[in-house]
């Protein structure tokens, strides 16, 4: 088993910043990827950016030169580093993991293991 804690979600205004932390434990075979998903009200939940273990990176296109996923080993500690949020970026911020490799679990967002989500609000 694998268990995600997020944090570090908030209100801030637009062009503000924000780092997101997903504490992870558990079995470590388990989070071959790690990711960073988001769910507005009433939309469906769409992956914001993954990191896979041998150190490949993608973005969604929204996020690309705004957002940067980064990891620390030493602290199994995933995070999202949000630079000039925009209001099209409120929503709930979910991490996810998975023992597949990226290429394969980010096309269908299937992940095994989530975590509780923390709250991002962008006012204008």
């Known amino acids: 088993q694998v268990q995600l804690v997020e944090s570090g979600g908030g209100s801030v205004q637009a062009g503000g910043s924000l780092r997101l932390s997903c504490a992870a434990s558990?079995?470590?075979?388990?989070?071959?990827?790690m990711a960073w998903f988001r769910q507005a009200p009433g939309q469906e939940r769409e992956g914001v950016a993954d990191?896979?273990?041998?150190?490949?990176?993608r973005y969604r296109e929204s996020v690309k030169g705004r957002f940067t996923i980064s990891k620390d080993n030493a602290k199994n500690t995933l995070y999202l580093q949000m630079n000039s949020l925009k209001p099209a970026d409120s929503a709930t911020y979910y991490c996810?993991?998975?023992?597949?490799?990226?290429?394969?679990?980010?096309?269908?967002?299937?992940?095994?293991?989530w975590g509780q989500g923390t709250q991002v609000t962008v006012s204008s």
């Open positions: 990191l896979d273990i041998d150190g490949a990176i």
């Open positions: 558990g079995y470590t075979y388990g989070r071959r990827c």
């Open positions: 996810a993991a998975d023992w597949r490799e990226c290429r394969s679990v980010g096309a269908t967002g299937d992940f095994t293991y």
